[in-house]
Nanobody, 125 residues
Framework: QVQLVESGGGLVQAGGSLRLSCAAS????????MGWFRQAPGKEREFVAC???????TYADSVKGRFTISRDNAKNRAYLQMSSLKPEDTAVYSC???????????????????WGQGTQVIVSS
């Protein structure tokens, strides 16, 4: 079992930055791909970014160049640095873990078996 707890959400003006953190339990953190997803009001949850155990990454086109995903395997933490935020980035952001090898990456929600409770990000115009 992996338990995930997000932090770092809040209210920010357009153009600003926020850093989300995801703290994970468990002793095999490096073998999990870590993903960030978001769900805006009235919309379906969508993929944002994923990082493999050895640092490979992939992003949704809507956040490329603005968001950076990272992880610290020694601390069992994943991060999402968000810059140049736009009002359309407003959503509940959730981190998720997908079991696999250190090279594993996924963009598919169904591949992630463990989820945090989410943290709200509001970007004002």
């Amino acid at each position: 079992q992996v338990q995930l707890v997000e932090s770092g959400g809040g209210l920010v003006q357009a153009g600003g930055s926020l850093r989300l953190s995801c703290a994970a339990s468990g002793r095999t953190f490096s073998t999990y791909a870590m993903g960030w997803f978001r769900q805006a009001p009235g919309k379906e949850r969508e993929f944002v970014a994923c990082i493999s155990g050895n640092g490979g990454n992939t992003y949704a086109d809507s956040v490329k160049g603005r968001f950076t995903i990272s992880r610290d395997n020694a601390k069992n933490r994943a991060y999402l640095q968000m810059s140049s935020l736009k009002p359309e980035d407003t959503a509940v952001y959730s981190c998720a873990a997908a079991a696999g090898s250190i090279w594993y990456l996924s963009t598919r929600e169904g591949d992630f078996g463990f989820w945090g409770q989410g943290t709200q990000v509001i970007v004002s115009s």
